[in-house]
């Protein structure tokens, strides 16, 4: 029972957030919704239109809008494999971060095929996807796999919600409408936490954890080959699977320091989030930058050396066109990542965020880097004389829309904080459980060994074993 | 050579001609339908002996055959046209960037001026060898990607050889474009009269042309029905264009008819990037022995000469 109203108390910490709601708070929603509503107006100039308003032409057919759907999708994967693999290994500190990585992976994986919509000429044809499908085709591949990964995800994050749910529906302190209580009691399925459910759920959601690993990376290996089955010589590589993979972990581990950062300041919480979780999840970073940097090296590195001639075209227009462009996403982005968390004394709060931000620009960077000059050199050489169609640069209804994707993962994520903790209170609650009763496991065991062995002059120190 | 051998060749060379240009006008006959008279005042009495769709011969009034039939619709034209396989041979010695087969190809498929199903790249493989004019239409690969990496089956190989593209099936993905090796396909980016032509729509003749749905050169199979050649064929004045049946092996460029085998083992035709595999219908002869300097390509408005300008020996001529 003790457990319990911890738990009770912890959330009292949030509800505040769940029930007022602040002029600023408006505020930011407004501007957001400008920012989407904006966005759409210029969907709607698209479709009527046609692609000619985007950038995009017949050598470069597809632009941003592909970059920002593997970005997109790349979080997302990121999310399932930070969260999963934390819960599968049982990370200790995983607790308070978990729930921003879970709802980090379901926001983008909403937003990131409606990129993939923008590409598509004749959208009133979607449905032949369903109605005309063929398997050899990558896009189908990837229709079945968003779409298994997406009811994989959901499930997942919903597991991992019914516990709070079940506290904010027995919480007596909540003041929030009768229908938003209701809506608690439904969607908390009649959890009670007993010894059984609560044994339950964690299986499944172990299982959960374990299964959303492999989904994720064989999703995003999927995505990678609708680039590397093709025989454009930037494309045409057989890494590009687990390199993709790599990249969409990195990306998303920035985001999700990016996160935990802005919601450490707005919601204050100093004491759930310590510097520890930044240390963390920045290793993470600093592991997969130090991958991603010899995936990308190795990548470039063969194309330059054996030199053939198509390949030599691609880097010299990586080199000269593209070369600011090239130094920030490849060297920059990499490097920064490994020196700011290499050094323990760069490493604070703030720095760790800033390599993040970094990181997810240069990669989004990297994405670009790799659609758009491919598409610029292709086998046959682009005899044109309409610039715009031999060299690619985005519009504004291009760049809209790209903002109107971030807002819309900024106004998802913010509702979804209005509707729950955004640390998973009950998992936080019992992991300090846990973490005592180890202490007072080791305190017993320390006693008893103390005891014993008084004669030897063993000497331990409590604090050794509180690590 | 003597008198009688070469009338011999040449007789042959008509045979096989009649035979091929029979051939594809049988298949079109095939498709006649009598039906419907039309203007009771203009009837001559004229009979003509018509092959029916069940394999018999009969008799109609020539006033009374309607050439409704000509219309292929996009489910129909999913099935090739029977017993061939489509070539072409380019022969790049006679190339002089005419351009005439580029714009008969624009007229008769409603192209815009800028869009181009057959293009004339100015190659050049290094600074020092020599440049040459390669007309590239749509290779109708006989292993086309273009085709594996559509999701909804709007582009097809037919059993003829020739790679089609349904454009009421088509949603624009775009993945197919990516998937060409050869820059063949073209997106329409926007809405134009040019896509307004009051004719049914038929994936043989890819017009009218459709927004948000992509297009490229077809090979001309309304034209073959009709026992015609491609547009392309007919109208480059130097015979650069052979086109035929590799089954018949048999291929011509209006003016001669030749062997299809002989002609590529004679020349040493080849296919353009071989290596990847993609395996052409489009076979090109080498550009040695040529009947023009590439100068010559020059002769048209600076809105195309512009096109070739980096191209080295471009380069290097106005630096001279
Ligand atoms: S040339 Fe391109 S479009 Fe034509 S069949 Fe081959 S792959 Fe397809
Ligand atoms: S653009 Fe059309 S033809 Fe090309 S792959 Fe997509 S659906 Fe198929």
New interface residues.
Partial sequence: MEITKRKQEMLKEFLPHLEKTSFVWYAWVTFLLAAIFFAIYCLILQILKGHIITGMRDNVVWGVYIVNFIFFMGISYAGALVSGSMHLFKTTWRGPILRIAELTTIIALFIGPLYILLCIGRLDRLPFLFMYPRIQSPITWDVIAITTDLFGCLIYLYLSFIRDFALMRDSKDIKLPKWRINIYKALALGYQDTPTQRKRIKNVTNIMSAMIIAIAIIVYSVLAWIFSVTLQPGWHSTIFGPYFVIAAVFSGAGVIIILMRVFRSIYHLEKYITKQHFVGVGMILMILSMFFAYFTFSEYLTKWYGSKKLDDNLIQILFTQYFWQFVFSNYVGTLLPIVIMGIPKFRTINTITFAAIVAVLALWMNRYLIVVPTLETPYMPIQDTRPEWILYSATWIEWSLTFGGIAMFCFLFTLAAKIVPIIPVSEVADAELEMSHALAHDQENLNALLGKSTKKHVILKKEDHDL | MDESQNDKKNNRRKFLRVSFLTGLSVVAAKTVFADIPVDPENETGEMITLLSPDGKLVKVAKEKINYMEKYISPEASRQGIPHRKFVMVIDLAKCKNARVCVEKCQKAHHLPP?QEFM?I???QESEESAPYWMP?PCFHCDKP?CV???????TYKRTDGIVLIDNE???????C???C???A???????SPYLHVDQPYSPETSVPGK????SKCDFCPDMIRDGKMPHCVTGCPMGVIYFGDQLEDIVTNGDETIRFSELIASRSGYRH?ED?G?KPSVYYLPPVNRQFPVDRGFDHPD??N???K??PYVKKMHKD
């Fill in positions: 800028q293009k790249y100015l190659m590239k990607l594996s990496v559509c999701p909804v089956g709007a099936r088509c949603i624009g993905c775009k993945f474009m990516t998937g090796p050869y820059s396909r073209q997106f329409n980016w926007a809405d927004e948000g749905t992509v990037l990847l993609t809105e195309i512009q096109r070739y980096d191209v």
